[in-house]
């Protein structure tokens, strides 16, 4: 079985309580239709059922736009609710045993703070590499110190030493500093609230994706604004 495709460049993370009323489908809908190219649903939480049925949910809205969804952390949810894979963090399930029962074809990601994690990540079994918190956010309780820029160059070419897999980076990215952060050399930005909390989703969505482009052909992320 072949692998599932996936874009990385303008990664939407979402749950339950980063959307209005809780609606992560219409928001992700919206968001998708301004140009997120993959979803992640992350609720640390929500009871198994209520992450299923979202889940489930968000797959059935984002079929027709051939956008994967993955699940934060909770294998069990994803192998329910048949979502295209999953995102570990440093103290989540291993990724091997994660790949051994999810398969070959399905996306893995894993999120890297430090250096030691990029050495000791089994490349192999993964997809793609998440990199931060680059910046402070207030959407996670993250007890790690924010890498910064200039530390999310260092792991990048770290990063690029050991694999050619994708590289997101994630946590404060805004448009503001989008141009910054895209100079590490990744090749996508996971974005929660700025475009969960923004009153037209659609549209925050185009700005990024539009800078995001912008930036991956050299031009000014200015001209997106």
Request: hydrophobic residues 45%.
């Amino acid at each position: 079985m072949s692998k599932i495709p996936f874009d990385p460049r303008l990664y939407l993370v979402l749950g339950p309580e980063n959307c209005p009323e809780g609606d992560v489908v219409s928001t992700a809908v919206e968001a998708v239709r301004g140009g997120v190219t993959l979803v992640q649903y992350r609720n640390k939480h929500g009871n198994t059922r209520r992450m299923i049925d979202d889940v489930r949910a968000l797959k059935r809205g984002l079929a027709p736009y051939e956008v994967p969804v993955l699940v934060n952390d909770r294998l069990d949810v994803a192998l329910a609710a048949g979502a295209d894979g999953i995102h570990v963090g440093q103290s989540d399930m291993p990724v091997e045993t994660a790949r051994r029962l999810l398969g070959p074809d399905k996306i893995i990601g894993l999120t890297i703070k430090a250096r030691a994690h990029l050495l000791q990540a089994p490349v192999d079994v993964l997809d793609y590499w998440s990199i931060g918190g680059v910046f402070p956010t207030r959407t996670k309780n993250n007890p790690d110190a924010p890498v910064g820029a200039d530390g999310l160059a260092d792991l990048v070419a770290i990063a690029r030493a050991r694999s050619d897999m994708p590289i997101t980076a994630i946590a404060g990215i805004t448009l503001e500093n989008l141009s910054e952060v895209w100079a590490a050399g990744i090749n996508g930005i996971a974005v929660v609230s700025s475009i969960c909390a923004a009153p037209d989703k659609r549209m925050a969505a185009e700005r990024f994706r539009l800078a995001v482009d912008g930036l991956s052909t050299g031009s000014r992320v200015e001209e997106a604004g």
